[in-house]
Every structure is written in C-alpha cells, then in structure tokens.
C-alpha cells in the first residue's frame, strides 16, 4: 500500500491527519502555515469530512473544544500569534481532559514578529502558554516523514491520556519537500466514541465536559490527578534520538530543524577526527532529562543549539547540571543558522576548552 | 372520576434547589428551556453549552449532557459539538456580557454561518455573578459597580440591541425578544422559545430568544420593583417580538 510521494511538509501534515482517521479541522489563516488549512479546505469535502474557517483562533481553538468533547478526532493548526490567541481554549480543554491535536508552525516573534522560521515558542509550549496547572505533550519532528509518523501516534497518545498533543514545527519543516510513505489509513468509522463524550443522554446518566470548580479542596484534587497523568507520561511516552553518541567527546543538542543542521556539522567534524554526536530531545514535554545526563560521563562538553536566545537550554542544563560544560548558541528573529556557522562557533569552543 | 396532573416537575431537570438569587429569572428560563425539551421529546440529544455568568453552574441542574465554556465562546463550542454530530440538539446558554461583550465575534459569526444552533440570550443589563458591573446592555444613566454616577454614552458607549443587530444577518432564521415580567410574557417567551427549538429541529438555521431578565440583587431593587423597572425603562429600549423568521420557520403548538 505503502508507495513514495514527494510532499511539503505542510500539505504532508494535513494529508497524515486524514489518514489518522481525523474528519474535522477548524482553523484561521496565518502565514507560514496556511499550505495546512488550503489543503484541508481542498481534501475534507472528499472524504466526508469538514474544513470551517473560524472567525479567529479563539473561535477555532473552541469549535475544537467542542468536536472534542463530542468525541471526534480534531485538529487544529496554526503559526505564533495565532498560537498564543489559542491559549484560553487550550487550557480549558487541559482542564477538562479532553483530548486535542493542534500544530504550531513557530515564526519569529515576539508581538507580530515576522513570518521567517524561529523556535522561539519553546518556553510557551513546554512550560504551559495558558493560566494553570497543566502541561501539553509536545512532539517535535525534524523531518517530514517524522511528521507523517508523528501524526497518528499524536492522536493515540492524546487519546490515550485525555490530554492536548502539541506537534512544534517551524517553516521550514512546512515549506520543506521531502519523498514520504504512509503506511496508516485509519477509517474514522473504526474510532470507537469514547465512553464519556457528548453524545445526549440516551441511556445514562449525564456526561460533563468541565473544567469548573468552585470547591479548592475539589480543585486540588483535580489538579492532582491531572498532575498523576502527566507523571504517567512522563514515565511512558519520552522520546529521543540518539546520534553518533557511542563514543561522542562532543555533544550537540537541538532539536527539529536545527538538529537536522547539527547532522551535517557531525559529517564535518567526524571527517576532522573529532568525536562529535547529537542527542535530539523529540518529545520536548516531557523532556528526556535522564536520557541527556547518561552522556555525562563520557562528553567533554555539551553545545546546545537553538533558534532562539536560550530557551531548552534550561532543560538541557537540568540534565547535565552543569557537572560538564554546557553551551549555548542561538539564532532569532527568524534567522536560520547556517553550517558554517556552526561549525565556527563549535570550533571556537574546542580551543577555548582545550 | 380520574386524576390528571395538570402540571409536573420538568423530567429534564434535576430535582435540585437552585443557587440564584430570589427575584432572578434564570430559575424561570430554566423551566422553560426544560419543559420544551420534555414537551418536545429532545432530553436523549440534548447538550447544553453552559457560560461563565451566573448560570455556569446550569449543569447542575439540568440531567441532559453538558459542558462550560470560556467566557463568550459558547457559540464556537456548541459549533464544534454541532458539526460533530449534526443529528443532536445543541443549547447555548448565555448572559449579556457573555455574549454581547466578550462573545460578540462569536455570535455574530455563529449566526453569520447559519449554526444550526439555538441560543437562549439572558440580558440582565449588567454582569450579575461579578457583582453587578456595567454590561455592553446597561442602559444610559444606570448605575452598576463601574457606572457608580450613570453609564454615561459620552464616556463608554450606548447599549447594544442583540436581537436587532442579529436579525440584520442572513444566516440568522428566528430571532425573537421575550420578557418575564409578567404571567402572559412567560406564556410568550415559551412559544419563541419553542420556534427557536423548532428552528434548529428543521435544520433552518441560527436561532436565538433574548429574555429581558430581572437581577434584583445587583439592580438594588425588590423583586417587584425588578419587574416594573422591566416594563417601564427596559422595554420601551429593548420592545419586545419576533425580529428574524425566516421562511419555513413556523409556530409549534
């Protein structure tokens, strides 16, 4: 079944949806993502499903929310801005355990920004964008066939775990043409409605879609088990890659674009003799602390790569506390950084450590 | 001779003593909502979307299936839930601030897309469960917590007729008025009610009944004072009918 396409990763992302068996999308265009929502508008209407424009992203985020809590896979994608205006309903739908997949194809900002790739949106998905105790899972992909293998598991897991799924992208990853395989096609006539969803009252007693309680003693408890969840998460669903690190002296950690880039450094550095490896966090939140700090012992030093000024670097430096040297180099604003610049700034390292 | 009940505790409420407050006309449209539900045999597809306002807590008092939504974005949620399953019958309950404040993009849009949803539209002219701030319906001169000397139109704007500035879009099918304030107005506002329903039952398009409601807690008034501050200042501002129907709409016995 499985044959190669040749796909954007912004139309690849759309076209895995589908085929997870997902009919319903409610989003509101913004740049750099709106290849998603065209080819959603294109494709839904053909396979007995819908595309519905709203009216803002805090509309969408809500008509989410609501096909939800009925009981449907549902998705949702978005850039920055568009992503910071969904943080009411996000964590809302934390709040009342119902699970919900949305994309944030990250641009520069803060504010308005620009429309050009950053990572910059790290601190608002892994450490919560919205008011409250709770977390997203957040998966970060860093090729489009990634993306494409991504999708389904995003679905099971926020299904799994009543939760929200975070996929963090950036352009490139969206505008990127890669060949790609999918070997899914989830018929969503074969998603069972799951026990507690809106469906009417027919036969018991009612079900409650909430995230309400005026009771603190009640709350707390809530926030408990919310926190239970996350825990479970935590200790099952950790995801990483890791790169040439058998033997690494040397080792980068980035993630999505950025880590891509750092596979190429790796290919020059290897070629100059130095013992250079990747360790690639994919699931941000929760992050692979424990996985990273296995390296330790054998690195030199840790260099950390990021488009952005510093943000996973808390979580990378949570991991190697600082028992070796960890770096940081950044890019913002929308601002790509090349090999060759890499490749200096680790350079420039090396001789400083020696 | 046989004994007929000639009236009944509405099935579809739970026998509950509410929370609102005396005088409050929640208690009224709550019946109201629940007996045409009864009436009209909806109670196993009935969701209800519930707001943040005074009635957050209409879940609990309603056996139906339910949920809350952020402030003002019950229409986008009961749009989900609609689309979702187009065969169920999908309730938003709302408040003034809720919808005509906060909500506005959302219930203009709702309406703009022809949801088929109904809204029941509790306008109160103030925001009650807050303590009885000014509402985007608060009328010239009242004064609330925020208007403590009279909303004053030169410092922050004139009301907002929802009814009226719904029933200007096309995919608005039933938009109607009612008040409480008086037995006959109740019998009124349940046959709006009931076409509104019916609206949605035919698959006709958006629906929406404002009820002119007394808060006399935050008003500062007795209950019977709430009820001639209805007739005398409210209605003459928000007059009372049916401003929206829509072919194919029709009245429910």
């Known amino acids: ?42 494709k839904m209407p053909l396979v007995g499903g819908l595309y519905l424009q709203a009216e803002s992203e805090v509309a969408g985020i809500n008509m989410v929310y609501g096909t939800a809590s009925a009981g449907k896979r549902v998705f949702t994608s978005t850039s920055s801005p568009g992503f910071s205006l969904m943080q009411e309903g996000i964590s809302y739908i934390s709040g009342a355990n119902v699970p919900v997949v949305v994309a944030n194809v990250v641009r520069g900002g803060p504010g308005l920004g620009g429309i050009s790739p950053a990572q910059s949106d790290y601190f608002q998905a892994t450490k919560g964008g919205g008011h409250g105790d709770y977390k997203l899972l957040v998966i970060a992909p860093s090729t489009v066939q990634e993306i494409v293998d991504l999708v389904p598991k995003a679905f099971e897991l926020a299904e799994k775990y009543r939760t929200v799924v975070e996929l963090l992208l ?78 690494a002296e040397y080792i980068f950690v980035a993630f999505g674009t950025v880590a891509r880039i750092i596979k190429s450094v790796i290919e020059v550095e290897r070629k100059k003799g130095y013992k250079v490896g990747l360790f690639r966090p994919i699931t941000l939140c929760p992050f692979p602390y424990e996985e990273l700090r296995k390296f330790v012992p054998q690195a030199k030093f840790f260099f950390d790569v990021e488009m952005n000024l510093g943000q996973m670097i808390e979580d990378t430096r949570l991991s190697t506390l600082d028992k070796k040297p960890t770096y940081f180099y950044g890019r913002t604003g929308g601002i790509v950084p090349t090999t060759v610049e890499i490749i200096e700034q680790f350079e420039k390292l090396m001789k400083e450590v020696k | 001779m046989e004994v007929k009940p000639i009236y009944t505790y509405p099935k579809s409420m739970e026998d509950k003593v509410t929370n609102y407050c005396p005088g409050c006309h929640h208690g009224i449209v709550h019946k109201l909502v629940a007996e045409i539900i009864d009436e009209m045999n909806l109670f196993e597809k009935t969701i209800i979307v519930w707001p943040v306002g005074c009635s957050v807590v209409g879940y609990e008092y309603f056996k139906t299936d339910g949920c809350i939504a952020a402030h003002g974005r019950a229409p986008a949620m009961a749009t989900g839930i609609k689309r979702a399953n187009p065969e169920k019958f999908v309730l938003s309950y709302q408040g003034d601030g809720d919808l005509a404040s906060i909500g506005m993009a959302e219930i203009v849009h709702a309406a703009a897309r022809g949801e088929k949803i109904t809204v029941v539209f509790i306008n109160n002219t103030n925001y009650g469960m807050t303590g009885g701030q000014m509402a985007p319906t608060s009328l010239p001169g009242q004064k609330t917590t925020t208007s403590p000397y009279g909303r004053d139109p030169n410092l922050c704007g004139w009301p907002i007729r929802v009814s009226e500035l719904l029933s200007t ?40 009944v404002e009820f002119i409601s007394a808060c006399p807690v935050q008003w500062h008034m007795t209950p019977l004072k709430s009820l001639e501050r209805i007739e005398n200042e409210l209605i003459p501002y928000y007059p009372l009918g049916e401003f929206k129907v829509k072919e194919g709409v029709t009245d429910v016995s």
Do not use: H
């Open chain 1, 1 to 42: 079944m499985s044959e190669k396409i040749f796909m954007k990763g912004s139309e690849a992302i759309a076209e895995a949806v589908i085929k997870a068996g997902c009919r319903f999308f409610y989003g509101y265009p913004i740049t750099p993502q709106n290849e998603t929502p065209e080819y959603f508008a294109r």
């Open chain 1, 170 to 247: 950036d352009g490139i990853l969206g505008q990127m043409m890669e060949a790609v395989e999918f070997n899914y096609d989830v018929k969503p006539e074969d998603l069972p409605t799951p026990s507690w969803a809106l469906t009417g009252a027919k036969g018991r007693s009612k079900n409650l879609i909430l995230s309400f309680n005026l009771d603190p003693e009640k709350l707390e408890i809530n926030n408990l088990e919310l926190n239970k969840k996350y825990k479970e998460i935590e200790k099952n669903e950790k995801m990483w890659e890791e790169y040439n690190l058998e033997d």
């Open chain 2, 169 to 208: 879009i096309d995919g608005a099918a039933y938009i109607a008025r009612a008040a409480l304030n008086k037995p006959a107005r109740i019998t009124q506002a349940k046959k709006y009610l009931k076409k509104a329903f019916n609206t949605q039952l035919k698959g006709i398009g958006f629906s929406l």
